[in-house]
């Protein structure tokens, strides 16, 4: 597997890079590419969040779960789908719970491709999946090299929001500093639980408010 990440992100995780473990996930890659199977998202969008937010301009962790199944989705980032696609229903929530708290219209597309610009990490726990088969590489390594990132994160910079919603983002919380960090948790922004407290969660505004206390720039929630 040809890893095209962003040189900041090679040198803070290139112990990880040279682990038994991963080893196995690549190998397990191109395995499974071999028998004939697909993957998303494409090789060259599997590390698409470490290109588009560059370890120093890390001011959000945005943890999701697994990436999108289906064809065109998928492109690396959490919750975000490529042009063309019609936003998934868990993004709609999102869109919904941003427009309720700071205003912002409702977007017709899925790409959140200008927050990733502006320093929100977009981070699934798995970064690959075989095509209509969700949850099928969560056990292959996935885990531990994106908990080693959050870690890293934790570790090496101070002031960034961590948005955990959902119970199994929420069981990251133990990786994360919270002296000096700050972490928002809400359930889960799918169908089934928005109504079970992400809406009016109003973690866009709360994020704004603590990043400018910490002296940055708020993020541009548009799309």
């Not at 088969?133 to 890293?152: C, L, N, Q, Y």
């Not at 955990?164 to 948790?185: N, S, Y």
Request: aromatic share 10%; glycine share 8%.
């Amino acid at each position: 597997m040809d890893v095209k990440i962003d040189a900041s992100w090679k040198k803070v995780l290139k112990d990880e890079f040279n682990k038994e473990y991963f080893n196995q996930i690549v190998g397990h890659l191109r395995i499974e590419k071999a028998a004939g199977h697909t993957i998303y998202p494409p090789g060259s969008l599997i590390f698409n969040a470490f290109n588009l937010t560059p370890f120093e301009n890390v001011k959000v962790v945005l943890l999701g779960q697994d990436p999108y199944h289906g064809k065109g989705q998928a492109h690396g980032l959490c919750f975000s789908v490529q042009d063309g696609i019609k936003p998934p229903p868990s993004l709609v929530n999102i869109y919904k719970e941003i427009n309720k708290d700071i205003g912002l219209p409702i977007p017709t597309h899925g790409n959140l491709t200008k927050w990733a610009e502006q320093g929100v990490l977009m981070l699934n726990a798995s970064l690959t999946v075989r095509a209509g088969e969700p949850m099928s590489h969560a056990k292959i390594g996935w885990a531990e090299f994106t908990d080693s990132v959050i870690r890293k994160v934790s570790d090496l910079k101070k002031g960034v929001v961590f948005l955990l919603w959902g119970k199994f983002a929420q069981a990251k919380q133990e990786l994360i500093d919270e002296t000096k960090h700050q972490v928002l948790k809400a359930a889960h922004p799918s169908p089934y639980s928005a109504d079970a407290g992400f809406f009016g969660c109003r973690h866009f505004s709360k994020t704004n408010e603590y990043l400018m206390k910490e002296g940055l720039d708020p993020i541009d929630w548009s799309v």
